[in-house]
């Protein structure tokens, strides 16, 4: 039996042996002191809210977390979406279940966005950041890794080539935005913009589901590429016979430190250079906008012009499509909250 994807599911559907990603778990108590599990199930579609009521310490270690295990339960309505609540659990081997169902991917073609990539980092003319950027390009290995890997475990651009498809948008806003500024080095801002993520392709594993790898939960993307470019750098002196100028080493990575903006949101550093600044606000500007678009496409609630409460961007997100605009775009699904108007 062809196996029942989350975005499928409606209220009053009986599941008997599906298979899920775990793709997160917690256990937590009821007012009246009982123990229950809120678990997030995953598969390429999307996520599915799920709870097990009267739960165990024992049934909780049971769950793997970022592995895989086969349900039994019923999809329920809450607040517009559909949640699971489980009724049994039990191993799913190996061999019974396809990955691919469980691996999203990103619906644009990544060579050609490679290309892309690399026609613009062919642009930058200073001697320097030409010279780092051909070390990073020459890395075979690191490339493959750079193609395929997501851009997060669930914020943004959670799915295979999401890196990918993220660093692109984001050098095509610097394409457009930093013209305007004369003052600012639209060589440095690409090369920043190219190297500010570029170990995301280490700190998440991809093969089976996607999560965190050892080294991304000890070290972390921003200190790992910190790292990267002081040994890239020593190569591209190696090879050219020039000292890499270590101001501006220094400077592109500062730039690297401070893209996430705020303390908060894990900048070791605030943006102090103008190149820093214009970074973090074109990454941010290109991932807030997909959660927007994604929370609103993934949202199921027809008959509702608001998305559920999304804690990350602090709101909820207003649904109609008031110009049309997301209709004529290439690819836009017809769904009922595209075509509703005030």
């Known amino acids: 039996m062809a196996r029942r994807f989350i975005t499928e599911l409606h209220a009053g ?58 349900f039994k339960g019923r999809v329920e309505n809450y607040k517009g979406n559909p949640q699971f609540i489980i009724d049994a659990m039990r191993p799913a081997e190996p061999d019974s279940f396809d990955i691919a169902d469980f691996l999203p991917k990103t619906k644009k073609d990544i060579d050609v966005m490679w290309s892309r990539v690399v026609e613009i980092l062919g642009e930058v003319k200073h001697a320097d950041l030409a010279a780092l950027i051909e070390e990073f390009l020459s890395d075979k290995e690191l490339v493959a890794w750079v193609k395929k890997a997501p851009a997060a475990v669930m914020m943004h651009h959670a799915y295979i080539g999401g890196l990918l498809e993220h ?33 995301k392709a280490k700190e998440l594993t991809y093969a089976t589901n996607i999560g965190y790898s050892d080294e991304g939960q000890l070290v972390g993307h921003i200190a790992l590429a910190v790292v990267w470019i002081d040994r890239k750098a020593a190569k591209a002196e190696s090879r050219t016979g020039r000292v890499f100028p270590a101001d501006l080493r220094a400077v592109l990575q500062h730039i690297v430190l401070s893209h996430h903006g705020r303390y908060e949101f894990g900048s070791p550093k605030l943006p ?19 959660m927007f678009v994604a929370q609103i496409d993934n949202d199921r609630d027809a008959a509702s012009h608001w998305t559920n409460y999304n804690r990350a961007l602090e709101t909820k997100i207003f649904k109609p499509d008031v110009t049309g605009a997301r209709c004529e775009t290439p690819g836009a699904p017809p769904d009922d909250h595209r075509k509703t108007t005030l």
């Open 167 to 199: 660093t692109l948008n984001v050098m095509e806003l610097a394409l457009r935005t930093i013209p305007l500024y004369p003052e600012l080095s639209l060589d440095l801002v690409l090369t920043g913009i190219f190297l500010q993520d570029i170990c």
């Open 272 to 290: 102090a250079v103008p190149e820093a600044i214009a970074v973090h606000f074109l990454d941010n500007l290109d991932a807030k906008i997909a």
């Open 13 to 70: 559907e009986r599941l008997e042996d599906e298979v899920f990603l775990i793709q997160g778990k917690d256990l937590r108590t009821t007012t009246q002191g009982n123990l229950y599990i809120h678990a997030v199930l995953a598969d390429r579609t999307g996520h599915l809210v799920a709870r097990q009521w009267q739960a165990t310490e024992a049934m909780f270690d049971q769950m793997p977390e970022g592995g895989f295990l086969r």
